[in-house]
C-alpha cells in the first residue's frame, strides 16, 4: 500500500470548508497587520535612525539569531527550552504549510501529491516528534515560571495567555490526529509512524467512529481558531516578540561595540541635547521595549541591580515602552528616576547577554546627557567637582597639570616634546599619571617596554584625560573638548602607534576618536605584551603562582580581549582559578560608566561583592588590567576585610617581577 | 536692578610653583587657572539673585592680562549678562588699594545696586579689595556672607566670625558684599549657556586707577621652610604602642 493520509478527511475539502478557513486567516491577518501598523505609528514618534546599512550583514545576524536561536541558547535551561521549542514549532509551521501547499495548491491544480510513500512516513514521524517536543518544552517552560518562579521573572496575564494558547494548540493537534488515526490507520503499518498520535488513538478507544469523527470535526475547527487566533493575538501580546525580536536582530547596533553616538556641537540649529522626553529618543529605543521579553537576563548580570540600586536594565527599557504607548508626554527622567540613571556603569553585561538586541547603555547615556548638559547635574557634588577639575587640569583627580609626567622622569621615558623619535606612544592616562598605587603599573609597563627593546615615548604634561569617565556620565561637551585636544596633539607628533595600559583610554581612542578623524593604530597593553612575548621579544622567567583573573568590562565585553591577558598570566608562570562569572559575564568593578568619579551611596558596595567572588576562588591573587579596577579592588579587599587574604595586582606587575 | 561681580582669575592650588624671576611673585608657567573659588560664589548668588527677581543685569568684571577672559566666559556661562575686561597685564604686582580703585573708577557711574565679589582671593588673599571698593564708592559693605536673602529691596545676610559664630546683618542696596565657603554651590554651565555665552558682550577697558599708586614692596617671596613632617610607624600592635611610648619620652614632655 501507498503511505499516505487523505488531507482534509472529515472536514470536506469543498467550498463549506475552505470559504470559512481562508475566510478566517484573511481576517487573523488583517487584525495582525492592523496592530502592527499602529505600534509603527509609536516607534515613529522618535527620531530617525538608519538601521538598513550593511544589509546582507544584517541579514545574516538575523537569520542565525532567529534560526539558529544562538543568543537565546547562551543561556542553558529557559535558553535551552526555548530553543528547542523553536525549532519544534518552526517544523510544526513547514509541516502545516506543505499540506496547505499539496492540498489547495499542487494537487488542486495540477494533480501533484508528494506527502505519501516514504517521505510520508518521515513526514509524520518528524512532525509527531517536534509536537512532542513542543508540549514538553512548554511544559518546562510552564513549570520554570508558574511553580518554580525564578527570582525577578515578571509574570503577566500575557504569559498565561501564551502558554494556555500554545498549549490548546498542540493538545487539539494530536487530539485530532488521534481521532483521524482511531478511525483510518489503527492496525495499519503507517500508525507506527506517528507514535504520540497512536497513543492517543488508543486512548480514544473507548468511542465508536460516529463519536470519533464528531470529535474530531469539532475540534478541527477549534484547532484552526486558535491557530488563527494566535496570528491575530501577536501584535497585541508578548507574542509579538516573535516579529520584533526577529527585527531587532537585523536591527541590531553593529559596532563598534559600545561606541556611543557623537553629538554635534557645532549645529547651532540643536538647542536640546540628550532626552527627557520619549521625542527626544530614537525609534529604535522605542522599538526596543516591544522587543523586550522581560527574560531578565540583563537584570541578572547588572552589577548596579544586583547590590541593590535602583536600576534594571529590563525595568528602564520597559518603561520607555509604558512611556511610548501609554503616555509620551510623560518626562523621562522622572518616569525613570534620577538614581537609576547615574547607577549604570557601562559594564554592558545587559547589552551582551540580550538576547533581543536591545541597546540600553546608550539609552542611559542619552538622559544622562540630558542631565548634565541641560541642567548641570550630576549624582553628587564629587562628580561636578571631578568634572571642574579636568577642566582645569586635565584629570578628575584635581593634580595639577605640569606634575603628569613626573612619575616617568627617573625611567629615562621622556615625553614626546622632547624626543618625538620613538616606537611606540605610551597613552599614559590619569590613574597611572597620578595615582600612587597605579603609577607601579605604569612602572612596570615601562620596565617590560626597556627588558623587550621597545622604545616608548609618553605625552607627559601634554597629555590630558581621553575623556571617557565624562563622556559616559554624560558630559559630551567636556569630553568632545579633551578628544579634539588630544587628536591634534597626537597627529602633530606623527605617531604611528599608540599603547595603552587603560582599557577606557583603549577603547575610547580606539573607537570614539575615530569620529574626529583618528586613524592611529590604538593597542591595549595585555595584547602588546602577549605579541612581545609570543614572538620572543619580551623574555620572561616564569615562576609559579596562583590567582584569579578579573576581565574588565572594557577589554573583555567592549573589545572580546579575553585570551591575551590570560596567555600573559601562563607566561608569567600563572595558574588561573577562573571566578563563576568570568570572561563575557565577568561582573564589573563598579568604576566604570564615569562612577570612578562618584560615590556608591546606594546599597552594597559592588568592588566588595567582586572582591568575595575573587575570594571564593581561594586565590591569593586578583590580577586586572584596569587602573580603574585595581584602584577599587584595592578598596574592595579592605571593605571585605580581605587584605591578608587577597592581593589585587595588575598583569603588568607580575609580568615586570619576571623579567 | 543692576549688580557688579568682580571676579580674580588664579593658579589651580595643586599647580606646581615656582619663584619669578623678578622674585616678588610666583611664576605663570605650567600653571592651570581657574576662577577664585570665592567669587565663583559671588557669581553663583548674583545669578540666584537675578533668576528671583527677574528683571536684573549681572557685570562680571576681571582685571589682569588677556587670558582672564577665558575665566570670564565661565562667569558668563553661568549666567551673567556682560563682561568687562580691564586689561592689566602687570595685575599681580598691583596692591589691594590700586586693585580696588581700579574697580571703583569704572563702577563710579553705573549705579550698581549691588557688588559681590570674593571674600579674598586665593592666591594673595588680603582680603581687603572688596571692602576697599565699598569705601571708595561710599557705600556699604558685608564681609565673609554665608547666607544671603533678598526681599524688596532689603538684604538679609548671615556673616561667619571668628569662632564659628555668626552675625545676621540687614542691609539695603547699594551694598558691597563679599562672599565666603558655604554660601551656596556654584552651578556647572549648562551647554546652551556656554553657546549663549560665547556670544555675550566682552568689553576691555584699559586699566584706571586714577591717583592712586602703589606704596608697597615685595621684599621677598620664598617657599616656607621645610619643617619635619609626620612619622608613620610600621609594625604589629605591641610593636608600634612600644615606638610610640619611645618616642612620646624622647620627643615629648608628656611622660614626663
Avoid at chain 1, 344 to 361: G, L, N
Avoid at chain 1, 564 to 576: H, N, S, V, W
Amino acid at each position: 500500500m501507498e503511505f499516505t493520509r487523505e488531507i482534509y478527511w472529515n472536514v470536506g475539502h469543498g467550498f463549506t470548508t475552505l470559504a470559512p478557513m481562508y475566510g478566517l486567516l484573511l481576517v487573523a491577518l488583517a487584525v495582525f497587520a492592523l496592530g502592527f501598523l499602529k505600534r509603527i505609528k509609536v516607534y515613529r514618534l522618535g527620531q530617525p535612525l538608519d538601521r538598513t546599512e550593511q544589509r546582507g550583514e544584517r541579514i545574516k545576524h538575523m537569520l542565525e539569531n532567529v534560526l539558529l536561536q544562538t543568543k537565546v541558547a547562551r543561556v542553558p535551561g529557559a535558553g535551552t527550552a526555548h530553543a528547542l521549542f523553536f525549532w519544534s514549532f518552526v517544523v510544526l509551521f513547514i509541516g502545516t504549510s506543505l499540506i496547505v501547499a499539496q492540498a489547495d495548491f499542487t494537487d488542486l491544480l495540477f494533480d501533484v501529491k508528494f506527502l505519501k510513500g516514504t517521505f510520508y512516513q518521515l513526514f509524520s514521524l518528524t512532525l509527531d516528534l517536534a509536537g512532542l517536543v513542543a508540549v514538553v518544552m512548554l511544559g518546562a517552560l510552564l513549570t520554570r515560571r508558574y511553580l518554580i518562579r525564578p527570582e525577578g521573572l515578571v509574570t503577566k496575564t500575557d504569559d498565561a495567555l501564551m502558554h494556555g494558547l500554545l498549549f490548546a494548540i498542540l493538545l487539539t493537534g494530536f487530539l485530532i490526529e488521534g481521532a483521524r488515526m482511531a478511525v483510518t490507520e489503527m492496525g495499519t503499518p503507517l500508525a507506527g509512524w506517528s507514535p504520540v498520535g497512536l497513543a492517543v488513538a488508543k486512548m480514544l478507544g473507548g468511542l465508536d467512529e460516529a463519536g470519533l469523527r464528531s470529535l474530531h470535526a469539532g475540534l478541527w475547527w477549534l484547532h484552526l481558531v486558535l491557530a488563527l487566533g494566535f496570528i491575530a493575538v501577536i501584535p497585541y501580546s508578548k507574542f509579538r516578540h516573535i516579529v520584533t525580536t526577529s527585527a531587532n536582530a537585523f536591527l541590531a547596533d553593529r559596532g563598534p561595540t559600545g561606541k556611543l553616538t557623537t553629538v554635534n556641537l557645532e549645529d547651532e540649529t540643536i538647542e536640546k541635547f540628550g532626552a527627557s522626553e520619549l521625542s527626544d529618543l530614537r525609534w529604535k529605543d522605542i522599538f526596543d521595549a516591544d522587543a523586550c521579553t522581560l527574560c531578565k537576563r540583563c537584570q541578572d548580570r547588572c552589577p548596579a541591580f544586583n547590590t541593590g540600586k535602583p536600576l534594571s536594565p529590563m525595568q528602564l527599557v520597559n518603561q520607555i515602552g509604558e512611556v511610548a504607548f501609554a503616555n509620551p508626554q510623560a518626562n523621562l527622567i522622572e518616569t525613570i528616576g534620577r538614581d537609576a540613571i547615574w547607577a549604570c556603569t557601562t559594564c554592558r553585561a545587559c547589552q551582551d547577554i540580550c538576547p533581543a538586541s536591545i541597546e540600553h547603555v546608550n539609552k542611559i547615556i542619552e538622559l544622562r546627557r540630558n542631565l548634565v548638559l541641560m541642567e548641570g547635574e550630576f549624582p553628587g557634588d564629587e562628580v561636578m567637582a571631578a568634572m571642574e577639575q579636568t577642566e582645569v587640569n586635565g584629570n578628575p583627580l584635581g593634580m595639577g597639570y605640569a606634575s603628569r609626567g613626573d612619575w616617568a622622569e627617573a625611567l629615562g621615558v621622556k615625553p614626546l616634546a622632547d624626543d618625538p623619535e620613538v616606537d611606540v606612544l605610551y597613552f599614559v592616562g590619569c590613574y597611572a599619571s597620578f595615582d600612587k598605587r597605579n603609577i607601579a603599573v605604569a612602572k612596570s609597563f615601562v620596565k617590560l617596554c626597556q627588558a623587550a627593546g621597545v622604545k616608548i615615548g609618553i605625552l607627559g604634561k601634554e597629555e590630558k584625560c581621553c575623556g571617557e569617565p565624562m563622556r559616559k556620565m554624560g558630559n559630551e561637551y567636556l569630553y568632545q573638548t579633551l578628544a579634539m585636544e588630544t587628536v591634534e596633539l597626537i597627529k602633530g607628533y606623527g605617531v604611528k602607534k599608540i599603547v595603552t595600559t587603560c582599557p577606557h583610554c583603549f577603547n575610547t581612542l580606539n573607537k570614539d576618536y575615530r569620529d574626529f578623524d583618528f586613524e592611529v593604530e590604538v593597542v591595549p597593553y595585555a595584547v602588546f605584551l602577549e605579541q612581545l612575548v609570543a614572538s620572543g621579544q619580551l623574555a620572561l622567567k616564569p615562576e609559579a603562582f596562583a590567582c584569579t583573573y578579573h576581565d574588565s568590562c572594557y577589554l573583555g565585553r567592549h573589545n572580546d580581549i579575553y585570551d591575551a591577558p590570560r596567555a600573559l598570566i601562563r607566561a608569567a608562570g600563572g595558574r588561573i582559578s577562573e571566578m563563576a562569572q568570568n570572561r563575557d559575564q565577568a561582573f564589573c568593578c563598579s568604576a566604570g560608566g564615569g562612577r570612578i568619579m562618584a560615590e556608591e551611596n546606594i546599597g552594597e558596595r559592588i568592588n566588595v561583592k567582586r572582591v568575595e567572588m575573587a575570594i571564593a576562588t581561594g586565590a591569593e591573587q586578583l590580577l586586572s588590567n584596569c587602573p580603574f579596577c585595581l584602584t577599587m579592588f584595592e578598596d574592595g579587599v579592605k571593605g571585605a576585610n580581605a587584605e591578608e587574604q587577597l592581593r589585587p595586582k595588575d598583569i603588568a606587575e607580575i609580568l615586570a617581577e619576571r623579567v | 536692578m543692576n549688580i557688579l561681580i568682580c571676579i580674580k582669575q588664579v593658579p589651580d592650588m595643586e599647580s606646581k610653583f615656582k619663584i619669578n624671576g623678578e622674585g616678588n611673585w610666583y611664576d605663570r608657567a605650567d600653571l592651570a587657572w581657574r576662577m577664585n573659588e570665592y567669587d565663583e560664589y559671588a557669581v553663583e548668588q548674583a545669578v540666584r539673585l537675578k533668576e528671583q527677581v527677574k528683571d536684573a543685569d549681572l557685570t562680571v568684571l576681571c582685571i589682569g592680562p588677556d587670558q582672564v577672559t577665558e575665566t570670564m566666559k565661565k562667569a558668563l556661562a553661568m549666567g551673567c549678562d556682560r563682561g568687562v575686561h580691564i586689561a592689566d597685564a602687570d595685575s599681580y604686582k598691583r596692591e589691594p588699594i590700586e586693585i580696588a580703585s581700579m574697580i571703583a573708577s569704572f563702577a563710579k557711574d553705573k549705579n550698581f545696586d549691588v557688588i559681590f565679589t570674593g571674600m579674598q582671593s586665593q592666591d594673595r588673599g588680603s582680603a581687603q579689595v572688596g571692602v576697599m571698593v565699598a569705601e571708595l564708592l561710599g557705600i556699604a559693605a558685608v564681609t565673609t556672607i554665608v547666607g544671603f536673602a533678598y526681599d524688596n529691596g532689603t538684604i538679609n545676610v548671615k556673616r561667619e566670625l571668628e569662632g564659628g559664630s555668626k552675625a545676621l546683618v540687614t542691609t539695603t542696596t547699594p551694598v558691597v558684599l563679599t562672599c565666603q565657603l558655604g554660601l551656596n554651590t556654584p552651578r556647572y554651565p549648562t551647554l546652551p549657556n556656554i553657546m549663549k555665552a560665547k556670544k555675550k558682550e566682552l568689553l576691555t577697558l584699559a586699566a584706571d586707577a586714577g591717583s592712586v599708586g602703589s606704596r608697597q614692596e615685595t621684599a621677598a617671596f620664598y617657599f616656607p621652610e621645610k619643617k619635619g613632617g609626620g612619622i608613620v610607624l610600621e609594625g604589629d600592635a605591641a610593636e608600634l604602642a612600644d615606638k610610640l611610648i619611645h618616642l612620646l619620652k624622647e620627643k615629648t614632655g608628656v611622660l614626663a
